[in-house]
C-alpha cells in the first residue's frame, strides 16, 4: 500500500481502512499513568455534596464497580475494542491493587507492557458519580509518580504508528522541572518517525501540578506533539488560570463547560497551534467536541499517523455536538473519546468522520459505570452512527460560525471549508 505525501509516494506497513499493521506489530503504543478505579454505585436520589460529606454521617451505598483506570488501560482497551493493535506501558506495584489490575488487562491480552515494581504502590482512585453531583475524584498516584523519560520503550514505536501519553499532571517525573523529562519522551517519540498525542487531566490546585507553570511546560512540549486532545477545562486551568478561576466563580457550582464558549476555545487552539500542535481537540463534555488545525505543511510531519487526506485536515475548525444517550456515569469518557479520535484517524477517515467516530464512542462509554464495559467494536460503532443516533442541541451564538445540516457539524470562522 501507499499513500501520496508532498508529491512522493511512500509504502506504509499497514492497512488505512482497518488499522491493523501487517507485520503484526503495535499500531499504538499508550504510555503514562495506569491506575485501579473503584466506583461506588448510588442509588437513583439526587445527591448533594454537603449531604454527601456531613461528618459523622453514614451514606449507605450499593456494590462498588472496580475496573481499570487511567489513559494507558481506559484509551488502550479502547482501541484494542475498536480493531486497533495496541500496547501499554506503565508502573504497577505488587499489591492487591496491582494484581487487580495486571489480571484484568491480561483478560485482553494487554498485560505484557506493564512494569510490577515491588517497592512501589499502584495509583488508585475512588470514583464518587453519584446522580445530580459532578463526580468527584479521590486518587492516589503511586507508582505514576515515578514515570519519567527512562521508562518508555523507545525501540517498540520503531514500527509502530502513534505514541499516545496521557495525564501528566498525575506524574510527578513529567511536570517537574519546567517539564523537561516530558518534553524528552516527544522528542525522543518523533525521532523514531511515530506521530505523537498527548492527553491531560485537571491539576488538582491544591498539589505541587497546580502550582507550576503549565504554559511554560506546553511551549516546550508542544514542538514534539502532533495531537493534543485534552479537555476545556484542563487547557483553560493550563494556559490562564485567571480566567479559570474567574469563570469558576461566576459557575458557582455549575458546570464550568457551560462558561467556556466558542471564542475562548478557538483563541487557546490558535495558541496551542502556535506553539507547535498540529492538532488541538478540545473535549467539552456534553457539548461534544471542539477541534482547530494548522496547515497542511505541518500535518505532513505528524509522521507515520498522520491523516491520510491532509488537504482534508488542513486549516479547519469544526465543533461536532454529541450523541444522546442516558448518562449512566461519564467516568473514562474523555479516554474513550481519545480512542475513538486515533482509530478513525488511523483508518484513514476525514476530519469530519473522524470527530463523529470520537464523540460516538465517548458516548457509548457513558452508559455503563465503568471507564471501557461500553465501548463497543468499530463495525457496532459506525453501525450506530449510521442509523440515525439523534445528537445533544448544540447552539453557537457566535459570528462567523454555521451549522451544516446534512454533516451535523459546526463551522468555525477559521475553517478553510467555512461558508
Not at 448533594?48 to 459523622?56: K, M, Q, T, W
Not at 514505536?157 to 519546567?178: E, K, W
Not at 467494536?377 to 452512527?385: D, L, Q, V, Y
Request: proline content about 5%; overall charge negative.
Amino acid at each position: 500500500m501507499s499513500t501520496e505525501t508532498g508529491g512522493m509516494v511512500e509504502s506504509l506497513p499497514f492497512d488505512l481502512e482497518t488499522g491493523s499493521n501487517r507485520e503484526n506489530h503495535c499500531d499504538v503504543v499508550v504510555a503514562g499513568a495506569v491506575c485501579l478505579d473503584v466506583i461506588p454505585l448510588f442509588g437513583q436520589r439526587v445527591w448533594g455534596a454537603d449531604n454527601l460529606f456531613a461528618p459523622g454521617r453514614v451514606v449507605e451505598i450499593g456494590p462498588a464497580a472496580v475496573a481499570t483506570g487511567g489513559p494507558v488501560s481506559n484509551t488502550g482497551q479502547g482501541l484494542h475494542r475498536l480493531g486497533t493493535r495496541v500496547c501499554l506501558q506503565g508502573k504497577v506495584g505488587n499489591d492487591l491493587f496491582g494484581q487487580a489490575l495486571v489480571r484484568y488487562l491480561a483478560a485482553e491480552g494487554l498485560d505484557k507492557g506493564l512494569v510490577v515494581l515491588p517497592q512501589e504502590s499502584t495509583s488508585y482512585t475512588l470514583v464518587i458519580s453519584p446522580p445530580g453531583v459532578d463526580r468527584i475524584f479521590f486518587h492516589c498516584r503511586g507508582a505514576n509518580d515515578t514515570f519519567g523519560v527512562g521508562d518508555v520503550r523507545y525501540e517498540m514505536l520503531d514500527r509502530a504508528r502513534l505514541f499516545h501519553l496521557g495525564y501528566p499532571p498525575l506524574m510527578h517525573n513529567l511536570y517537574s522541572d519546567g517539564g523537561a523529562q516530558m518534553a524528552a519522551i516527544f522528542a525522543r517519540a518523533k525521532a523514531r518517525g511515530v506521530a505523537t498525542s498527548l492527553d491531560m487531566s485537571m491539576p488538582d490546585p491544591a498539589s505541587p501540578s497546580g502550582k507550576v507553570d503549565w504554559a511554560v511546560i506546553l511551549e516546550r512540549t508542544l514542538p514534539h506533539v502532533d495531537y493534543l486532545l485534552p479537555s476545556a477545562e484542563e487547557i483553560l486551568f493550563m494556559l490562564h488560570r485567571a480566567r479559570f478561576d474567574a469563570l469558576s466563580a461566576a459557575a458557582q457550582g455549575r458546570d464550568l463547560l457551560g462558561f467556556i464558549g466558542a471564542e475562548l476555545l478557538s483563541e487557546m487552539a490558535g495558541q496551542l497551534l502556535g506553539m507547535g500542535a498540529a492538532v488541538v481537540g478540545i473535549k467539552c463534555g456534553q457539548r461534544g467536541f471542539y477541534m482547530r488545525t494548522a496547515d497542511q505543511k505541518r500535518l505532513e510531519r505528524c509522521g507515520r499517523g498522520r491523516p491520510a487526506d491532509t488537504r482534508n485536515w488542513a486549516s479547519r475548525e469544526l465543533w461536532e455536538p454529541s450523541f444522546h444517550v442516558k448518562v449512566a456515569s461519564a467516568v473514562g469518557a474523555g479516554d474513550a473519546t481519545i480512542a475513538g479520535f486515533l482509530s478513525a484517524l488511523l483508518r484513514g477517515r476525514s476530519v469530519e468522520q473522524t470527530l463523529k467516530v470520537a464523540c460516538a464512542v465517548g458516548a457509548c462509554s457513558v452508559e455503563v459505570l465503568d471507564a471501557t464495559g461500553g465501548v463497543r467494536s468499530w463495525e457496532e460503532t459506525i453501525a450506530r452512527i449510521a442509523h440515525g443516533w439523534p445528537k445533544n442541541p448544540l447552539e453557537i451564538p457566535v459570528p462567523g460560525w454555521h451549522y451544516d445540516d446534512e454533516g451535523e457539524v459546526w463551522h468555525g470562522p477559521v475553517d478553510i471549508l467555512a461558508s
